[in-house]
């Protein structure tokens, strides 16, 4: 019966709490607003601090929760990119869950150029054996990225 008495107990302080509602008086126009609470045995006096954010500016960067680096983990140096590469396209390992758009602002960011076009694809891993046992390779995604004429970006400086 002794859960039944706490139950009881938590019950009777609930409806006792209900009866006198406290009353909350607030200052205006402050930076600090004083709220009394009236109602109970002893008047309690408490300062709460208002804080206002600053307005954030609806920029297309501002969306972004991904920094630059994150979202191009590292650049494909392949035979067939270098090969790309006379044509203005750069090949990008980058995050599973990024887009066109995220990774168009990556690039300029990155590389101070603003792609033409983004095109994506997934990859998925090959399956590898070690002896007996088989295993997979991860999965990723792969950015091809279309510069404009006459705009290149290095990649092969940290390769």
């Not at 309690?44 to 920029?59: G, Q």
């Not at 076009?117 to 054996?129: A, E, P």
């Not at 999965?139 to 940290?158: C, F, R």
């Amino acid at each position: 019966m002794g859960l039944l008495d706490r139950w009881t107990k938590r019950q009777e302080q609930k409806k006792l709490e209900q009866t006198k509602p406290p009353v909350v008086l607030k200052s205006d126009k402050t930076s600090k607003d004083a709220v009394v609470v009236k109602g109970k045995e002893k008047s309690e006096k408490v300062v709460k601090k208002t804080v206002v954010a600053p307005k954030e500016k609806s920029t297309p960067t501002a969306k972004i929760s991904m920094t630059a680096d994150r979202i191009l983990i590292r650049p494909l140096v392949t035979e067939k990119g270098a090969i790309a590469q006379s044509q203005n396209k750069y090949g990008f390992v980058v995050e599973r869950s990024a887009t066109t758009d995220v990774i168009k602002r990556a690039i300029a960011e990155a590389y101070g150029v603003t792609p033409l076009k983004v095109n994506l694809i997934n990859v998925s891993g090959k399956w590898v054996r070690f002896g007996q046992s088989f295993g997979r390779r991860g999965d990723y995604k792969k950015a091809i990225v279309t510069l404009p004429k006459g705009k290149s970006i290095t990649i092969h400086e940290g390769v």
